[in-house]
């Protein structure tokens, strides 16, 4: 496994890369949900392609500067993982080999990143789609996995890939779970016990509200269950049409219940289809 840092090097090495290449950004931390990504990557390159995974704490698409130096970072760790799934390169570079000092476009996504996560962290969406534009420019990707639990990213990363006509394929996996429904996340860990055992109510709530007919009683429902632990917070709590993401008050089209829930500092997201 070849592990690059400098996006001048990168070029180099993809060269010699064969095959279908597929990339699985991340920013690191790497738990069993990445790892069913870089799973997916692998079979999506099949025996003669190649899977890349870029680990990269990309600090523009954070708003509060404090968040992307307490990001955890075991990096001998991630890499012993990557090796341990047969990745063929990590790409690993410094945010100030990214980033000129000056630089001065930014790829900005103005419907779908309009609400939900990108109402309460504003420029989280230009961040993203600005770094994930560059690192498929970087590694020249054929396809590129991304987990459903970021369902408003996978959605504006598919918007962009459309808009723009970038030439990768965009492939979703399916939300990794704790066996307790807890959706997997790097933040977990930055839970204290307490709020560990506490947290898989948010996939409860949006289960049981699930099950209900009216959409302003999913809501309630959601809402009240989450609230009833004094552990909790509510950033939003929404129902949304699938497609445009858009708030709706009816089922008349596949629809999401959407959450984001603080535990202090820790913000957890989650939703569901109906
Ligand atoms: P992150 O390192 O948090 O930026 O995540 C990197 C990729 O892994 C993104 O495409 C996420 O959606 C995906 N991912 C993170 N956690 C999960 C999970 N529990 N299930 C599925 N995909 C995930």
Redesign the pocket.
């Known amino acids: 496994m070849k592990v690059v840092e400098s996006p001048a090097t990168l070029r180099q090495e993809i060269s010699t890369l064969p095959g279908k290449r597929v990339l699985?950004?991340?920013?690191?931390?790497l738990?069993e949900?990445?790892l069913?990504?870089i799973r997916l990557a692998r079979q999506t390159a099949g025996p003669h392609g190649s899977v890349i995974v870029s680990i990269f704490v990309n600090p523009i698409q954070f708003d509060r500067p404090s968040d992307v130096a307490a990001y955890p970072r075991p990096m001998d760790s991630d890499l012993a993982a990557c090796e341990n799934e047969g990745v063929d390169l990590v790409f690993a570079p410094q945010a100030s080999s990214m980033y000129h000092p000056d630089r001065s476009i930014t790829v900005s996504e103005s419907l779908l990143s309009s609400g939900l996560c990108g109402a309460t962290r504003p420029g989280h969406f230009d961040g993203v789609c600005t770094v994930v534009l560059k690192l498929f420019l970087l590694t020249g990707c054929h396809a590129a996995?991304?987990?459903?639990?970021?369902f408003q990213?996978?959605a504006v990363i598919r918007r962009m890939v459309r808009d723009l006509d970038v030439p990768v394929e965009i492939i979703p996996?399916?939300?990794?779970?704790e066996p307790d429904g807890l959706?997997?996340?790097?933040r977990n860990s930055r839970l204290s016990p307490e709020q560990r055992a506490d947290a898989p109510r948010i996939q409860q709530a949006l289960k049981n509200a699930a099950s209900l007919k009216n959409p302003a009683d999913i809501l309630a429902s959601a809402r009240n269950h989450i609230q009833t632990s004094p552990l909790t917070r509510i950033d939003y709590i929404e129902l949304i049409d699938a497609e445009t993401l858009q708030p709706t008050t009816t089922l008349s089209r596949p629809t999401i219940l959407a959450t984001a829930v603080f535990y202090n500092d820790v913000r957890l997201i989650d939703h569901i289809t109906l």
């Not at 699985?24 to 931390?29: E, L, N, R, S, Y």
């Not at 996995?145 to 970021?150: A, M, S």
């Not at 996996?173 to 779970?177: A, E, K």
């Open positions: 699985v950004p991340t920013m690191g931390a738990h949900g990445h069913q990504l996995v991304f987990g459903e639990k970021d990213q996978l996996h399916p939300t990794v779970r959706a997997m996340s790097s």
